[in-house]
């Protein structure tokens, strides 16, 4: 169950990141309204993704998401822009990411 909640919070991640900078691109760097579109597109499924968590709430899901958001931003910039992030920047995802597991996967009754 856990394995499937990180799988969709990937997912989530990549169709919204994705998604926006795909809009970033057809604006900012004038590539064009397919950019644009295909960011519309991808910013759309992101709304889905997160209907598939296995936890009715959609404020966990959506605050724990935030800190999914911040850490896979990181790593987008890293991969893609060949952003650095200083270790301010590692420390505060790594922080989120601890906010994510007790959000989604503390122990409940």
Same mark, same amino acid.
């Given at each position: 169950?856990?394995?499937? %909640?990180? @799988?969709?919070?990937?997912?989530?991640?990549?169709?919204?990141?994705?998604?926006?900078?795909?809009?970033?691109?057809?604006?900012?760097?004038?590539?064009?309204? @397919?950019?644009?579109?295909?960011?519309?597109?991808?910013?759309?499924?992101?709304?889905?993704?997160?209907?598939?968590?296995?936890?009715?709430?959609?404020?966990?899901?959506?605050?724990?998401?935030?800190?999914?958001?911040?850490?896979? %931003?990181?790593?987008?910039?890293?991969?893609?822009?060949?952003?650095?992030?200083?270790?301010?920047?590692?420390?505060?995802? %790594?922080?989120?990411?601890?906010?994510?597991?007790?959000?989604?996967?503390?122990?409940?009754?």
């Amino acid at each position: 169950m856990i394995a499937r %909640s990180l @799988l969709l919070f990937a997912l989530a991640a990549l169709a919204e990141i994705g998604g926006a900078w795909l809009v970033w691109q057809g604006l900012r760097e004038q590539r064009g309204v @397919l950019w644009i579109a295909g960011g519309v597109v991808a910013l759309g499924a992101y709304g889905f993704v997160a209907t598939f968590q296995p936890d009715p709430n959609f404020g966990r899901i959506l605050a724990a998401y935030g800190g999914v958001f911040v850490a896979g %931003s990181l790593a987008w910039g890293i991969v893609v822009d060949k952003f650095r992030p200083d270790r301010w920047d590692y420390l505060g995802a %790594s922080i989120c990411l601890v906010g994510v597991a007790i959000i989604m996967y503390a122990p409940r009754r």
